[in-house]
């Protein structure tokens, strides 16, 4: 069956402008997480969705990132006036109810010039 | 989650048997050990998880050791796919079965093998 995917594979863009990074899940997965990975590091938990609510958003790094699941299934992280500091891979996961196992997408690597 | 501690790189030989440990002194009794590795340039992947007895599955083996203060994961006869950052998780486990928040990573166990 099909994975977790995210669009777009890559994305460039310049210090000060916004951004939308966007998660698809597995089809029926009700948790959604979002990952930040630097260069040499593990991935670096951000956010987590059950349903539409975000249950944990902890570890938003500034009120730069906001994330949203309006309807349950897709999620979007988005970057305000984007900092070079904010280039990474952005990992996105989900699981099954009751279940605690992650399935991970391949990421968005994003660069900011 | 607790912490866990791993060393930063490890180096086998293809076809032989990868013995990969994990220490968690501070371990409660209510959190699973899991396992994760993450292949070049993909997200990370599940391996394998375990609260106290041994477990095996089609990827690997989980040695717990008998005081869950420690645990091995090992790859029976390893191949040049398995080469990975290899990472030793505690979770708690909820009440439901399922874990909530999200993965604490380190920096997890550079896996090379050689041909």
């Known amino acids: 069956g099909a994975g977790v995917s995210q669009t777009p594979s890559n994305k460039v863009t310049e210090k000060g402008k916004y951004v939308e990074l966007r998660c698809d899940p597995i089809?029926?997965?009700?948790?959604l997480y979002w990952y930040r990975q630097s260069l040499g590091q593990g991935p670096e938990f951000l956010i987590y969705f059950q349903g539409t609510g975000a249950a944990d958003d902890s570890g938003l790094p500034n009120d730069r990132f906001f994330a949203v699941r309006p309807e349950g299934s897709v999620s979007t992280l988005k970057i305000q006036r984007t900092e070079r500091g904010d280039s990474a891979v952005y990992l996105c996961?989900?699981?099954?109810?009751?279940?605690?196992?992650?399935?991970f997408g391949p990421g968005t690597r994003l660069t900011v010039l | 989650d607790a912490k866990t501690t791993q060393p930063n790189s490890m180096e086998s030989n293809e076809e032989e048997p990868v013995h990969l440990p994990c220490n968690h002194s501070?371990?409660?009794?209510?959190?699973?050990i899991h396992w994760y590795r993450q292949l070049p340039s993909q997200g990370p992947e599940y391996v394998i998880h375990?609260?106290?007895s041994n477990v095996n599955n089609r990827m690997a083996s989980l040695a717990i050791a008998e005081d869950r203060k420690s645990s091995t994961l090992i790859l029976h006869r390893a191949t040049l796919r398995d080469a990975a950052v290899y990472y030793c998780?505690?979770?708690?486990?909820?009440?439901?079965?399922?874990?909530?928040?999200?993965?604490?990573f380190g920096k997890g166990t550079h896996l090379i093998i050689q041909p």
């Open positions: 501070t371990i409660s009794g209510t959190d699973y």
């Open positions: 089809s029926g997965h009700t948790a």
């Open positions: 375990g609260l106290t």
């Open positions: 998780i505690l979770r708690e486990i909820m009440y439901s079965g399922g874990g909530a928040d999200g993965l604490t």
């Open positions: 996961a989900s699981s099954a109810p009751s279940v605690d196992t992650q399935y």
